[in-house]
């Protein structure tokens, strides 16, 4: 059984920095790939990095260079290390599981930025 909760989310201003984490209370955190999701209102939830199980990470363009993603398997914890925070980061941040095709998720954390 997978479930994630987020944490670290916040108010920050502009350029500033945030470090998201996850974590799983489960047992399975090491054998799936796992991702950052983040939603603003009114619009689709987009994927803002992606880990495998190996360790390769995907990371989309709008944060490429800014964000990264790591995974501690011994912790089960999953982190977003965001830096020079920009206002259209602003969103919710949802912690993603896919355990081989089924999708489990976190409640979200806010991440709001400030100009």
């Known amino acids: 059984q997978v479930q994630l909760v987020e944490s670290g989310g916040g108010l920050v201003q502009a350029g500033g920095s945030l470090r998201l984490s996850c974590g799983d209370s489960?047992?399975?955190?090491?054998?799936?790939?796992m991702a950052w999701y983040r939603q603003v209102p009114g619009k689709e939830r987009e994927l803002v990095a992606h880990?495998?199980?190996?360790?390769?990470?995907t990371i989309a363009e709008s944060v490429k260079g800014r964000f990264t993603i790591s995974r501690d398997n011994a912790k089960n914890t999953l982190y977003l290390q965001m830096n020079s925070l920009k206002p259209e980061d602003t969103a919710v941040y949802y912690c993603?599981?896919?355990?081989?095709?089924?999708?489990?998720w976190g409640q979200g954390t806010q991440v709001t930025v400030s100009s």
């Open positions: 993603n599981a896919n355990v081989f095709g089924k999708h489990y």
């Open positions: 489960g047992r399975i955190f090491s054998f799936v790939s």
């Open positions: 880990i495998t199980t190996g360790g390769t990470t």
